[in-house]
C-alpha cells in the first residue's frame, strides 16, 4: 500500500511539472521555432495543435516594426501591455508590477508571471492598437526567462508562454518569445495618446 502511494505520488508530481513550461524542453513539432536569447524578434506557439507565428507591425507614425512587440505603457496605472502580433495575436495585460520605466524591467528577470488574475490577463485574437479592455477568462502562465540590457538603449527579453482561453475553446501551448525592446519603443509606448483607461 505503501509502495503504491508512493508511485501515485510520484506520478502526480511528474504531470504537475511537465504541464509547467520550460523552454529548453521543444516538442517534437519542426514547424515550432527553438527557443533562444538572441533578440531574434519572433514568437511562436501551438494554438489548438496548429502553429501560430508572429509577424512585424507597422502602424502609421509609431515605432511598432521590425517585429517588434507592441507596447502601451501606463505609468499612472502600474501598468502595462505586450503584445506578440499576428494574423491573430497573442496579448498580455500586467498591472502593479512596477515596470514604469525602461530600467524596470529588470523586475521581471525569471519571473513566472500566473495568467488569469485581474491584475495579469492574455487572450489570443484580433487586436487593435489602443485595444486596452482585456478582459478576464484565461488561465495560464508566462515566463521571463531572460531579461538582459545589452546597453542603456536595448533591452532583450526572452522565455516563454502557455493558457487556455475556455470560451472560445482554445489552448495555447509550448509558447515562447525572444524579443528586442529598444528604449525609444519603450518611451514613445509610455507618451503617445491613449484611449480611456480600461484595465
Not at 511539472?17 to 531574434?40: A, I, Q, R, W
Not at 505586450?82 to 524591467?105: A, C, P, Q, R, T
Not at 532583450?156 to 515562447?176: A, D, H, W
Amino acid at each position: 500500500m505503501k509502495k503504491s502511494s508512493f508511485f501515485s505520488l510520484f506520478v502526480g508530481l511528474m504531470l504537475i511539472s511537465h504541464s509547467c513550461f520550460s523552454p529548453e524542453e521543444d516538442p517534437v513539432n519542426p514547424l515550432l521555432l527553438k527557443y533562444t536569447e538572441n533578440g531574434e524578434n519572433v514568437a511562436s506557439a501551438l494554438i489548438n495543435g496548429s502553429l501560430w507565428k508572429s509577424i512585424p507591425y507597422i502602424e502609421g507614425m509609431w515605432s511598432w516594426n521590425n517585429n517588434y512587440p507592441y507596447l502601451d505603457i501606463y505609468p499612472e496605472k502600474d501598468s502595462f501591455l505586450i503584445v506578440f502580433m499576428g494574423k491573430e495575436s497573442v496579448v498580455f495585460s500586467f498591472k502593479g508590477l512596477g515596470v514604469n520605466d525602461f530600467k524596470d524591467f529588470q523586475k521581471l528577470s525569471d519571473k513566472k508571471i500566473t495568467l488569469g488574475s485581474d491584475n495579469h490577463k492574455a487572450f489570443v485574437g484580433e487586436f487593435n492598437s489602443g485595444q486596452n479592455n482585456i478582459k478576464n477568462g484565461t488561465k495560464g502562465q508566462i515566463y521571463f526567462k531572460n531579461v538582459n540590457f545589452e546597453n542603456d538603449t536595448i533591452l532583450i527579453i526572452s522565455g516563454g508562454f502557455g493558457f487556455k482561453q475556455p470560451l472560445e475553446n482554445r489552448t495555447v501551448s509550448y509558447g515562447r518569445f525572444d524579443y528586442v525592446i529598444p528604449r525609444k519603443l519603450f518611451d514613445e509606448a509610455k507618451t503617445h495618446p491613449h484611449p480611456p483607461y480600461r484595465h
